[in-house]
C-alpha cells in the first residue's frame, strides 16, 4: 500500500509525499430516510447479527477484523453521534417471503452472472449512482431464494496479499479470475470522527507513519436538481483492518468503491470489480474515486501505477 492521507486542505498543504482517499458517490435517486433503532448488547455495543467468512490474515503485526468497527471512546459530541448511528438498526425490512427480492425495496442493486456462479453488482450506466441496501435477519425473505445478501458473507477467496514490484509496497492479487462487479472485499478499519482523523493526520505527519484514511462522501438530487451532500464515512486500517487495506491506487483501476448497508445507518465501504479481471493481476481503486480529474498539489506524491493515462502523481483532496 503506497503512503496515503485523507484530511483538511490545510492539513494536506503542510504535509510531504501525501495524498488521500476521497469518494463522492452520487445517487440520482431522491434522499431516502432510513427508519433506525437502537441495537445494544449488554456490554453497550452494538450486536452484529452477521457471519462474515474471512480466513485472511496479516502479514504485519496489525489486529485483523472481519468488518468496520467503532474507533476508541472519546467524550466528544461527535463520538457521542457516531456511536449512536453505530449502535443503530435500520428498520426497514422487506416483506419478500417467497420471492427472490430482485424487485423489492431492498433489491436491484445485484444480478446473477450465471459464467461466475456468483452475484455481482448490476451491469448498467446508473449502477453507481444506485444506493446498495442488503436485506439482513429482519427481512422475511429466505436465504436460500435471496439475491439480495453479497457483501454480509465477507470477501471473495482467493485474495493474496503480496509484495507488488510495480508499487514496491505489498499490495493484493488475485489466484482465479474474476467477473465485472464482482464483490472484493470491504475496505474495512476503525471508523472515524473528523476531529479524530484530523488529529491522526497530524499525529501520523509527525512520527512520519504511513497513512490509510479513506474518506467516502455521499451525495443525493434533491428535488431542484441540485446535490446535497448526505452522510461522511472515515475509515483507518492503520492499527485494525482487513485485507483490503493493502490494495494500492491506479490512474486506471480495475476496482471501484460502492457504499453499501445492511443493518446499519453507517455505510461499509465497500470494493468491487469495475471490469474483468485475470487471474494473478493486482486489484487496483482510484484514491480519488469517481472525481478521477484531480489537481496536484505542492505535496503531491508521485505516482507508480505505469498506466497509459498516469496523472503521475496521486490524488489529494480535502477530508470535507
Known sequence: MLESIAGSIDVCAALVSS??????????????????????????????????????????????ILESVLMPSEDSLDFIQLKNEYNSLILHQCQCDKGDCSRCSHGGAYEYCPKGKELIQRQSKESCSIPILECNSLCDCRLDFCTNRLVQYGPRENLEVFNSATFKSKGVRTKVNIPCGAFICEYAGEILTISEAKRRLVNNKELECMNYVLVLNEYTKTDDCREEKRQVTIVDPSRRGNIGRYINHSCEPNCQIAAVRIDCPIPKICIFAARNIHAHEELCFHYGGEDQQVDQASDSKTCLCTADSCAGFMPNSAII
Open 19 to 64: 495524498c488521500s482517499k476521497i469518494f463522492k458517490l452520487k445517487y440520482k435517486l431522491k434522499k431516502q430516510e432510513l427508519m433506525c433503532s437502537s441495537i445494544l448488547g449488554s456490554n453497550g455495543m452494538a450486536q452484529s447479527r452477521i457471519i462474515v467468512n474471512d480466513d485472511y490474515e496479516h502479514p504485519d503485526n496489525i489486529e485483523y
